[in-house]
């Protein structure tokens, strides 16, 4: 089963993506990787179509506002709470994206130090938005592309897919999509349940369209 370029059209209205192709980097790569069914299709490309803005943005967006990452991380909210005001470390490091990167991801996922750089180096690209240099490791290893040397190809359309399907596949998430339990799939490539309702929109208009 594949996705046609007209149902990926209906799923990304707007998008300033080549759509053309994406749809064959993405049929491709989803052959490769066992996502085959319409339930696994239907999933892995509403987590996609999030996590990328329509596939219009293959690198994570880091310019956040004090009030931006006050909202997305609890330790810049001056309540300890998602939500809350900015904390002082929000306000400064506000509409610094590669200071952000370099913060919010260090010592995590694989990467050095603050000072090491690799927060922002490795920051989330692909549809999926992988993020961390663990997970370029394994992809580089998985997939035979250097993206440790260069992680910048995880932005090229036939790499960024395959980079998104073999994340999927490696989590265990054709395994989950099988179960129908979408909240898992989510929990899985976010770490929690950011944009919850809007990916159940996007996984609920998939059902419409893919057939």
């Known amino acids: 089963m594949q996705v046609t370029l007209a149902e990926l059209k209906r799923l990304a209205p707007g998008s300033t993506a080549d759509l053309p192709v994406w749809v064959d980097a993405l049929n491709a790569a989803m052959a ?9 299709i239907e999933m892995f490309i509403a ?8 596939l219009s943005r293959m690198s994570e967006n880091l310019n956040y506002s004090a ?7 609890d ?3 001056v309540t300890g709470k998602r939500g809350g005001a900015p904390n002082a470390l929000a306000q400064t490091l506000a509409r610094r994206p590669v200071a952000i ?26 549809p999926l938005q992988l993020t961390g240099k663990a997970n370029y490791i394994a992809a580089k290893t998985a997939l035979n592309i250097d993206v440790v040397a260069h992680p910048e190809l995880f932005e090229q359309p036939v790499h960024g897919a395959r980079g998104a ?8 998430l054709n395994e989950i999509a099988d179960t129908g339990n979408f909240k898992a799939t ?7 349940d950011i944009g919850g309702a809007a990916r159940i929109g996007l996984w609920q208009l998939a059902k419409e369209v893919i057939a």
């Open 186 to 192: 989510t929990a899985v490539i976010n770490g929690g």
């Open 67 to 73: 009030q931006g990452l006050a909202n997305t991380w």
């Open 165 to 172: 399907a073999w994340f999927w596949k490696a989590h265990g």
């Open 75 to 77: 330790r810049y909210s």
């Open 47 to 54: 987590q996609c179509m999030h996590e990328s803005a329509s």
């Open 101 to 126: 990167g370099n913060y919010v991801y260090a010592n995590r996922l694989g990467n050095g130090s603050e000072s090491s750089g690799e927060g922002f180096l490795y920051r989330g690209r692909c």
């Open 32 to 40: 490769e990787f066992a996502i085959t069914t319409e339930q696994r």
